[in-house]
């Protein structure tokens, strides 16, 4: 320090000493100006300032201390000190007092002024007699874990977490301090509050990290420790699907102890089953469960139940649908075994079984029996009646009940609203997929965004599909939502593997779909990146990945063998929803390519997984795929044949716009095939029903598809024209909803042949069908000869000649 800066320190301190705070700010001030980088002028000048009740200036200058000296304890110190004097800003203040205690546990004067700030924060509450009576209340470790563990009740984990890290980083540098029989049970204590803190943060892997230290320190010397600290383990290594495994070996090593009773390892065993479970491995789970069968006796009546369930949930898993519910239906007819997984577990099997009206009825049985016993208190709660009612009307929404279902999403909404955020927003979730049944796209991404709006207490991947499916209706209602903004939004915040697969795997195809083919392969690479790198993503995910390669692929030979590899993954994985999409995948690659029996053999393959699910909706659109294949092979037999196995299927279903697709195949394929009379009935009464249908569910694209049909299909039958007028007048007014050029093309061909024998037809209908014969590419030579022959009849030469010429210009004078 030279001597003019040291002259004015001196003058500084004397100002301060005499309590002349505003001089020694000014000397302070002078000497900063050409000694900026100095830290202990900064410090200096911040405790100045709290004498002069501005803290926050203070905070700037001993801020400044601490970049300048972040090793000097002082800075810390000043910087609480700082803190201390802001209302509300205690926790802060504890902080850089923990701070400047890691780098001086001793320091009196840091811990003097924790402790004043911890009376200040905890006016009345903080335990200094009992630590005063253990000696241990002038150790920094044991102050702050104190304080962690008031935060922790208080729920403040953020905040607890900091100021615990810093207790057991102190506490492992300062553990001679305390008399030997007590480091161990402090040590425990301190990082047992830490655990908790990071179990609040949702930072399992840390948490897991702290009990693991822990059994190193006591699984050689107290057993009894070891046993607590095992289950607490295992509890929540049980949240993290990385460490299910861990939390299996923890629970066997409890049972090997030998210090459990019978009870305690039946149910030690139970949560083991439960773990394969997790770990989608039902077969490991029904071995433990059967060795504990002879134990369900009246003393077991309550872990024989849980048993029950488990058993239950295993053949679940292995698509044992029926017998699952064997088992779980009467486990569910006592309300005292009634739970989440119970319940969500018996409503599954009977959707996988297509069998809706058992879901619904199901459903409305348990609502009435919770209402019944609403007097016990059976540790329930609004929260199940809630699920059970979002259950109900999800199978609602698949029954196509959207009327019901509104009602119920609206009541979930009502009664939840403002004391259930997590089911307010599922109610939010519920409205948006009716309102996207309902075919209201804009409604249904007003009630997507409502429902993001409870991110904080969404889990990631629900956020990123509601992204998705953000993107998916932008893309679909044509309205001024950028569909790709919310492909980025899911990108952005996937952090796990399967959301980097799922969220980048959307992405691409949007781009794949608007040829941006550049954009797309740069996000193809980031999941092709997840095969080599991503060590535990499972099959279906490497499928997903494989499926979405492919489709880059030009040279049909390599993309066959990529998707092949995708349908092993899915296979290996055991998905087979994901094993039929793969596979309706293959087949339709091999139609494109005319490979018709190939595709069929897919198509089939598909159809068996379709058995083997019992998916009655899987079952029928694998018919429905035959029936297209056959249908444009020409083959129009079985084209009959499958879209009859579609329909009979598609009873036990709600999915309309297939059975209408079906109806209208069917009635093409019998006008096709033209086997005589009963061919004529079977392709009339079919494209009647499809009307019909289409009428009541307003499908009003399939509509106009059908009316287009039913010309064509009176027209074959010889039907007056007068009914075939009908429905060509009916197709022209959806034009609006019919995609083909052609078909139109055909309907105005038909009315200007069946509305008049005049050769003086409305000037309108001549211009409509001139512009589409001169521009629509996908109008025929044979469509536009028709016209010209019409017009010959009619001795219209005039026109006769123009659509002549429009006809060279497109097709060549050949």
Known sequence: MDESLEKIVQEAGTAYSEGRFEDAKNLYESAILSNENNGILHANLSAILVKLKNPQKSLEHSKKAVELCPNWPKAYYRLGEAYRHIKGKEIDAILQYCNGLKLDS??????????????????????????????????????????????????????????????????????????????????????????????????????????????????????????????????????????????????????????????????????????????????????????????????????????????????????????????????????????????????????????????????????????????????????????????????????????????????????????????????????????????????????????????????????????????????????????????????????????????????????????????????????????????????????????????????????FRILEASLTEAQDDGDLYREAMVLERIARMLETQGKIRSAEKYYNQQLEVGRELRNAKLMGESHANIARLKFAAANFAAASEHARSSLTIAKLTKENALKIEMLILLAKAESKANFGAKSGEISMSAIEKAIGLAEECEELVWLAKAYRISADIFKTFGKEKEMILEMVQNHIELFEHEKSARSKFQSLIDFLEFSSSTSHEPQNLLKMIEEMAENERDVEMSQILEVIRIFEQRGNLDMKLRFTRILVDRFGED
């Open 106 to 559: 001793s320091n009196f004067q840091i811990l003097r002024s924790l402790e004043d700030v911890i009376n200040q924060k905890f006016t009345g509450k903080f335990p200094w007699k009992q630590l005063e009576i253990l000696k241990i209340d002038k150790s920094a470790a044991i102050l702050l874990s104190t304080i962690g563990q008031f935060l922790l009740e208080t729920r403040d984990f953020q905040e607890a977490e900091r100021i615990l890290e810093i207790s057991v980083e102190i506490f492992e540098n300062q553990k001679n301090v305390f008399p030997i029989k007590n480091n161990g049970k402090l040590q425990k204590s301190i990082i047992e509050s830490l655990a908790t803190a990071y179990c609040g943060n949702l930072k399992y892997e840390k948490a897991i990290g702290c009990y693991l230290r822990l059994l190193a320190l006591f699984e050689h010397n107290d057993l009894q420790e070891t046993q607590k600290i095992r289950e607490k383990l295992a509890g929540i290594a049980e949240n993290c699907d990385d460490f299910l495994q861990l939390a299996a070996v923890q629970r066997t090593f409890r049972i090997d102890s030998g210090s459990l009773k019978n009870d305690e390892i039946f149910a030690e065993n139970l949560k083991i089953a439960e773990i394969y479970l997790k770990m989608a491995k039902p077969d490991d789970a029904i071995s433990i469960l059967e060795k504990e069968k002879c134990k369900c006796g009246a003393s077991y009546q309550d872990l024989g139940a849980k048993r029950e369930e488990l058993l239950g949930v295993a053949l679940t898993q292995k698509l044992e649908f029926k017998n699952a519910l064997k088992i779980l239906i009467p486990v569910s007819r006592n309300v005292k075994n009634l739970n989440f997984q119970l319940i969500d577990t018996i409503n599954r099997c009977f959707i996988e079984l297509d069998d809706l009206n058992s879901s619904i009825e199901f459903l409305n049985k348990i609502l009435k029996d919770l209402e019944k016993n609403q007097d016990q208190d059976l540790g329930l709660g609004l929260d199940l009646t809630l699920h059970i009612y979002s259950l109900l009307c999800q199978t609602q929404i698949a029954a196509a009940n959207l009327e019901i279902a509104l009602k119920i999403a609206k009541n979930v909404l009502r009664i939840a609203k403002n004391c259930n955020l997590y089911h307010e927003s599922k109610a939010y979730r519920l409205l948006a997929m009716i309102y996207e049944h309902q075919k209201d796209g804009g409604s249904a991404i007003v009630l997507w965004k409502k429902y993001l709006e409870f991110e904080e207490i969404l889990q990631n991947m629900e956020i990123i599909q509601a992204q998705i499916e953000l993107g998916k209706l932008a893309e679909d209602s044509g309205n001024s939502e950028n569909p790709e903004n919310f492909y980025e939004n899911a990108v952005k915040i996937a952090k796990k593997p399967e959301e980097i697969a799922i969220s980048n795997s959307a992405k691409f195809r949007f781009l794949l779909k608007n040829r941006r083919f550049s954009d797309a392969q740069k996000c193809l690479e980031i999941t092709k990146n997840l095969l080599e790198t991503a060590q535990f993503l499972a099959p279906k995910f490497k499928s997903l990945i494989l499926e979405d390669v492919a489709g880059l692929e030009a040279e049909n030979r390599e993309k």
